[in-house]
């Protein structure tokens, strides 16, 4: 089971991008750690596809 990826806001204004309980990156603005939520998933759904062909 892959762990769950998700955007929390901390107290500063900012926001941490997380899997599972680790934090991968911290300090960005929300459009930033949307966006980077995004490619870890999409990543994630490519890495699942058979190959083409």
Known sequence: ???MIRV???Q?????VYR????L???LTRLQ?????ATI?????D???PPEG
């Open 1 to 3: 089971m892959s762990e």
């Open 8 to 10: 929390k806001p901390t």
């Open 12 to 16: 500063d204004g900012t926001y941490t």
């Open 20 to 23: 599972g309980p680790t934090a």
């Open 25 to 27: 990156i911290a300090g």
């Open 33 to 37: 750690a949307e966006r980077y939520e």
């Open 41 to 45: 998933a999409r990543q994630r759904r």
């Open 47 to 49: 890495a699942l596809l």
